[in-house]
Protein backbone atom coordinates (compact mmCIF):
# COMPACT_ATOMS: atom_id res chain seq x y z
CA UNK A 1 0.00 0.00 0.00
CA UNK A 2 1.21 2.93 -1.26
CA UNK A 3 -0.16 5.55 1.15
CA UNK A 4 -2.32 7.12 -1.92
CA UNK A 5 -6.13 6.04 -2.07
CA UNK A 6 -7.65 6.38 -5.29
CA UNK A 7 -11.52 5.26 -5.56
CA UNK A 8 -13.16 3.69 -7.67
CA UNK A 9 -10.85 1.07 -8.93
CA UNK A 10 -12.49 0.94 -12.16
CA UNK A 11 -15.76 2.81 -13.54
CA UNK A 12 -17.66 1.94 -16.66
CA UNK A 13 -19.84 4.79 -17.99
CA UNK A 14 -21.42 5.52 -21.50
CA UNK A 15 -20.16 8.43 -23.77
CA UNK A 16 -21.64 11.90 -22.75
CA UNK A 17 -21.50 11.13 -19.11
CA UNK A 18 -20.03 12.78 -15.87
CA UNK A 19 -17.75 10.73 -13.77
CA UNK A 20 -15.64 12.10 -10.36
CA UNK A 21 -12.54 10.35 -9.31
CA UNK A 22 -11.27 10.98 -5.64
CA UNK A 23 -7.67 10.74 -4.27
CA UNK A 24 -6.73 10.61 -0.61
CA UNK A 25 -2.80 12.04 -0.73
CA UNK A 26 -0.92 10.21 1.89
CA UNK A 27 -0.56 11.79 5.11
CA UNK A 28 1.07 14.91 5.52
CA UNK A 29 1.78 15.90 1.58
CA UNK A 30 -0.02 18.76 0.42
CA UNK A 31 0.95 18.21 -3.41
CA UNK A 32 -1.40 16.19 -5.37
CA UNK A 33 -0.87 15.42 -8.91
CA UNK A 34 -3.32 14.09 -11.87
CA UNK A 35 -1.89 11.67 -14.57
CA UNK A 36 -3.52 9.69 -17.49
CA UNK A 37 -2.14 6.85 -18.81
CA UNK A 38 -2.88 5.16 -21.79
CA UNK A 39 -1.73 3.14 -24.70
CA UNK A 40 -0.56 5.37 -27.33
CA UNK A 41 -0.33 8.27 -25.18
CA UNK A 42 1.83 6.59 -22.27
CA UNK A 43 1.65 8.44 -18.88
CA UNK A 44 0.55 12.38 -19.27
CA UNK A 45 0.48 14.65 -16.50
CA UNK A 46 -3.03 16.83 -16.49
CA UNK A 47 -2.83 19.18 -13.50
CA UNK A 48 -1.84 19.54 -9.86
CA UNK A 49 -2.66 21.15 -6.34
CA UNK A 50 -0.59 22.28 -3.40
CA UNK A 51 -2.41 22.97 -0.58
CA UNK A 52 -6.29 23.48 -2.18
CA UNK A 53 -4.85 25.59 -4.63
CA UNK A 54 -3.91 24.85 -8.73
CA UNK A 55 -0.05 25.22 -8.98
CA UNK A 56 0.21 23.79 -12.75
CA UNK A 57 -1.72 22.41 -15.78
CA UNK A 58 -0.45 19.97 -18.59
CA UNK A 59 -2.69 18.68 -21.26
CA UNK A 60 -5.86 18.87 -19.74
CA UNK A 61 -9.18 19.05 -21.88
CA UNK A 62 -11.88 21.74 -20.98
CA UNK A 63 -14.26 18.83 -20.27
CA UNK A 64 -12.14 18.18 -17.33
CA UNK A 65 -12.32 19.65 -14.00
CA UNK A 66 -10.46 19.05 -10.50
CA UNK A 67 -10.15 20.55 -6.99
CA UNK A 68 -8.74 19.77 -3.72
CA UNK A 69 -10.12 20.18 -0.61
CA UNK A 70 -9.00 21.46 2.95
CA UNK A 71 -8.92 18.10 3.90
CA UNK A 72 -6.18 17.28 1.36
CA UNK A 73 -8.28 14.81 -1.33
CA UNK A 74 -8.61 16.04 -4.59
CA UNK A 75 -11.22 15.00 -7.11
CA UNK A 76 -11.07 14.55 -10.63
CA UNK A 77 -14.09 15.39 -13.30
CA UNK A 78 -14.32 14.55 -16.36
CA UNK A 79 -17.58 15.38 -18.11
CA UNK A 80 -19.05 14.76 -21.48
CA UNK A 81 -16.77 11.87 -21.94
CA UNK A 82 -15.53 10.38 -25.26
CA UNK A 83 -14.53 6.84 -25.95
CA UNK A 84 -10.58 8.01 -26.18
CA UNK A 85 -11.53 9.20 -22.69
CA UNK A 86 -10.72 5.64 -21.82
CA UNK A 87 -7.61 5.07 -19.73
CA UNK A 88 -5.86 4.52 -16.51
CA UNK A 89 -6.65 7.80 -14.01
CA UNK A 90 -3.27 7.80 -11.64
CA UNK A 91 -2.89 10.19 -8.47
CA UNK A 92 0.23 10.97 -6.79
CA UNK A 93 1.07 12.98 -4.10
CA UNK A 94 4.44 14.52 -2.72
CA UNK A 95 5.91 16.43 0.14
CA UNK A 96 5.87 19.93 -0.65
CA UNK A 97 5.86 18.65 -4.63
CA UNK A 98 9.91 16.94 -4.43
CA UNK A 99 9.62 15.09 -7.43
CA UNK A 100 11.72 12.09 -4.94
CA UNK A 101 9.06 12.21 -3.07
CA UNK A 102 6.13 11.05 -5.54
CA UNK A 103 4.23 8.25 -4.86
CA UNK A 104 1.44 7.34 -6.98
CA UNK A 105 -1.94 5.59 -5.91
CA UNK A 106 -3.32 2.20 -7.60
CA UNK A 107 -5.12 4.35 -10.32
CA UNK A 108 -8.35 4.47 -11.12
CA UNK A 109 -9.78 2.12 -14.78
CA UNK A 110 -12.07 4.07 -16.78
CA UNK A 111 -13.93 2.63 -19.80
CA UNK A 112 -15.99 4.71 -21.50
CA UNK A 113 -18.70 2.31 -23.80
CA UNK B 1 8.28 14.28 -31.89
CA UNK B 2 7.66 13.21 -28.22
CA UNK B 3 10.24 14.85 -25.39
CA UNK B 4 10.90 11.39 -24.30
CA UNK B 5 11.87 8.17 -26.13
CA UNK B 6 12.13 5.30 -24.95
CA UNK B 7 12.03 1.64 -26.67
CA UNK B 8 8.32 -0.09 -25.82
CA UNK B 9 9.48 -3.47 -25.98
CA UNK B 10 9.15 -6.18 -24.61
CA UNK B 11 12.75 -7.35 -23.72
CA UNK B 12 13.10 -11.29 -22.75
CA UNK B 13 15.79 -11.83 -21.04
CA UNK B 14 17.23 -15.21 -19.24
CA UNK B 15 17.25 -15.08 -15.33
CA UNK B 16 20.54 -13.60 -14.00
CA UNK B 17 20.89 -11.82 -17.30
CA UNK B 18 22.11 -8.16 -16.82
CA UNK B 19 19.58 -5.79 -18.05
CA UNK B 20 20.04 -2.10 -19.84
CA UNK B 21 17.06 -0.18 -20.49
CA UNK B 22 17.28 3.57 -21.99
CA UNK B 23 15.58 6.47 -22.35
CA UNK B 24 16.43 9.71 -25.00
CA UNK B 25 15.38 12.97 -24.65
CA UNK B 26 15.16 16.34 -26.08
CA UNK B 27 14.89 19.12 -23.48
CA UNK B 28 18.55 20.29 -22.33
CA UNK B 29 16.59 21.55 -19.27
CA UNK B 30 15.79 18.55 -17.67
CA UNK B 31 17.63 18.30 -14.20
CA UNK B 32 16.18 15.65 -12.29
CA UNK B 33 15.83 11.89 -13.86
CA UNK B 34 13.73 8.93 -12.25
CA UNK B 35 13.36 5.45 -13.13
CA UNK B 36 9.46 3.76 -12.16
CA UNK B 37 8.47 0.14 -12.28
CA UNK B 38 4.87 -0.19 -12.75
CA UNK B 39 3.40 -3.86 -12.59
CA UNK B 40 0.43 -4.76 -14.11
CA UNK B 41 -2.73 -2.90 -12.76
CA UNK B 42 -0.72 -0.92 -10.49
CA UNK B 43 0.90 2.52 -10.24
CA UNK B 44 4.20 3.07 -10.68
CA UNK B 45 6.33 3.25 -8.20
CA UNK B 46 9.96 4.94 -7.74
CA UNK B 47 13.20 2.96 -8.12
CA UNK B 48 15.74 5.00 -8.84
CA UNK B 49 16.15 9.32 -8.48
CA UNK B 50 19.23 11.16 -10.16
CA UNK B 51 20.14 14.62 -10.25
CA UNK B 52 22.05 16.09 -13.06
CA UNK B 53 24.94 13.35 -14.62
CA UNK B 54 26.57 10.35 -13.21
CA UNK B 55 26.13 6.71 -11.53
CA UNK B 56 24.15 6.30 -9.02
CA UNK B 57 23.98 2.86 -7.38
CA UNK B 58 21.27 0.84 -5.45
CA UNK B 59 21.72 -2.79 -4.91
CA UNK B 60 21.04 -4.62 -8.32
CA UNK B 61 20.30 -1.25 -10.21
CA UNK B 62 22.55 1.27 -11.28
CA UNK B 63 21.54 4.73 -12.90
CA UNK B 64 23.51 6.54 -15.24
CA UNK B 65 22.70 9.89 -16.87
CA UNK B 66 24.46 11.69 -19.69
CA UNK B 67 23.18 15.03 -20.02
CA UNK B 68 25.42 15.91 -23.02
CA UNK B 69 24.01 12.97 -24.78
CA UNK B 70 20.89 13.41 -23.88
CA UNK B 71 20.82 10.09 -22.75
CA UNK B 72 19.60 7.78 -19.56
CA UNK B 73 20.37 4.32 -18.97
CA UNK B 74 18.92 1.91 -15.78
CA UNK B 75 21.13 -1.12 -15.64
CA UNK B 76 19.37 -4.80 -13.99
CA UNK B 77 22.42 -6.95 -12.73
CA UNK B 78 21.40 -10.30 -11.91
CA UNK B 79 17.68 -9.90 -13.20
CA UNK B 80 14.81 -11.72 -11.49
CA UNK B 81 11.77 -13.33 -12.62
CA UNK B 82 9.94 -10.71 -10.08
CA UNK B 83 11.57 -7.96 -12.17
CA UNK B 84 9.41 -8.75 -14.66
CA UNK B 85 7.17 -5.00 -15.19
CA UNK B 86 7.54 -2.24 -17.23
CA UNK B 87 10.02 0.37 -16.39
CA UNK B 88 9.53 4.13 -17.21
CA UNK B 89 11.65 6.77 -16.92
CA UNK B 90 10.93 9.85 -15.76
CA UNK B 91 12.49 13.53 -15.94
CA UNK B 92 11.31 17.08 -14.17
CA UNK B 93 13.07 20.05 -14.58
CA UNK B 94 13.31 21.28 -10.64
CA UNK B 95 13.00 19.48 -7.38
CA UNK B 96 10.08 22.19 -6.21
CA UNK B 97 6.83 20.86 -7.19
CA UNK B 98 7.03 20.08 -11.39
CA UNK B 99 5.40 17.92 -13.08
CA UNK B 100 7.07 14.84 -14.37
CA UNK B 101 7.48 14.00 -17.83
CA UNK B 102 7.78 10.44 -18.94
CA UNK B 103 9.05 7.89 -21.45
CA UNK B 104 6.58 5.42 -22.71
CA UNK B 105 7.85 2.67 -21.04
CA UNK B 106 9.66 -0.71 -21.79
CA UNK B 107 8.00 -3.61 -20.85
CA UNK B 108 10.49 -6.67 -19.74
CA UNK B 109 10.28 -10.34 -19.19
CA UNK B 110 12.68 -12.27 -17.19
CA UNK B 111 12.22 -15.80 -18.02
CA UNK B 112 13.43 -18.80 -15.09
Known amino acids: DSGVTQTPKHLITATGQRVTLRCSPRSGDLSVYWYQQSLDQGLQFLIQYYNGEERAKGNILERFSAQQFPDLHSELNLSSLELGDSALYFC????????????FGSGTRLTVV | QKEVEQDPGPLSVPEGAIVSLNCTYSNSAFQYFMWYRQYSRKGPELLMYTYSSGNKEDGRFTAQVDKSSKYISLFIRDSQPSDSATYLCAMSFNNAGNMLTFGGGTRLMVKP
Open chain 1, 92 to 103: ASSPRGRVDGYT
